[in-house]
């Protein structure tokens, strides 16, 4: 009888190991409150390449990575956590970290790389139609949240390099900025905006902060043209915010309703 049971076991385990890796996003979509979407995915649990993976993010917007190389680190049935290392790949740069997913909800253990600024364009087409370009630096450590939420947890920054306009008649960038968030579950989320040393034609500093009790991420900032700024960059000043003759004042949230 003893031996019947771990056999049926250990072939369970076997099946379990060698099942493909839709059948295991399958079970994640039925498992995680969170709907996952691909559109190709190959490997078993032991290692998995995934195309086209969609998954929705606070606020109602799905986040979309062209390709993901996940390599599962533990699997935990008794405390219903999966760990898995990743990789986001975008033609020769890529981000790469570990992270944990409960039923409940989600820690990235930490994450490092770069990508380009198009990598985003799926998710966030607000940045073809301003003409936007340019790379993305993200380095972050013990981000957690539930599903649906913002994170309570972790610092996370994200450095954004060369960014230039294409109806910009310069080759000069816009600048190179740094965002930086940290998030403490006493006080929910702070940061700050920053523009890094280089040539910019539009210098932005301001601050980020979220009240613990609130699903509104806000951002109060100004902005500061250089002296030789192009005209076109100083008409879409009043779309930023409250445009002055070279600054304008920038106020905006992110509601998760």
Same mark, same amino acid.
């Given at each position: 009888m003893y031996l019947g049971a771990t056999a049926l076991v250990v072939f369970l385990g076997a099946l379990l190991l060698r099942a493909p890796a839709a059948w295991i996003l399958a079970g994640?979509? !039925?498992l995680l409150p969170v709907e996952v979407g691909w559109t190709g995915a190959e490997g078993t649990i032991s290692g998995m390449a995934i195309r086209g993976l969609t998954f929705r993010l606070p606020g109602g917007r799905r986040a979309y990575l062209?390709?993901?190389?996940?390599?599962?680190?533990? +699997?935990?049935?008794?405390? =219903?956590?999966?760990?898995?290392?990743?990789?986001?790949?975008? &033609?020769?740069?890529?981000?790469s970290g570990s992270a944990g997913f409960g039923l409940h909800d989600w820690r990235l253990e930490e994450i490092d &790389?770069?990508?380009?600024?198009? *990598?985003?364009?799926?998710?966030?087409?607000?940045?073809?139609? /301003? &003409?936007?370009?340019? =790379? +993305?630096?993200?380095r972050g450590e013990a981000v957690s949240a539930e599903y649906g939420s +913002? %994170?309570?947890? &972790?610092?996370?920054?994200?450095?954004?390099?060369?960014? !230039? /306009?294409?109806?910009l008649p310069t080759d000069r960038p816009l600048g190179n900025y740094q965002v930086e968030l940290q998030a403490l579950e006493q006080a929910g989320i702070t940061g700050e905006v920053r523009t890094l040393d280089g040539p910019a034609l539009l210098s932005v500093t301001g601050q980020f902060i979220q009240e613990p009790s609130a699903q509104t991420l806000r951002f109060r900032g100004v902005?500061?043209?250089?002296?030789?700024?192009?005209? %076109? +960059? !100083?008409?879409?000043?009043?779309?930023? =915010? !409250? *445009?002055?003759?070279?600054?304008? /004042?920038?106020?905006?949230q992110l509601a998760l309703d």
């Open positions: 994640a979509n !039925r062209s390709k993901v190389t996940l390599d599962p680190a533990f +699997l935990s049935l008794f405390g =219903g956590r999966l760990g898995l290392d990743f990789r986001i790949d975008d &033609g020769a740069k890529a981000l &790389g770069e990508l380009p600024l198009t *990598a985003l364009l799926p998710t966030f087409p607000e940045l073809e139609i /301003a &003409g936007l370009d340019g =790379g +993305l630096a993200v +913002l %994170p309570d947890a &972790g610092r996370l920054t994200v450095d954004f390099e060369d960014i !230039r /306009a294409v109806w902005g500061q043209l250089s002296a030789d700024a192009p005209v %076109p +960059l !100083r008409r879409i000043l009043p779309i930023l =915010g !409250r *445009a002055g003759q070279d600054r304008v /004042a920038m106020e905006w």
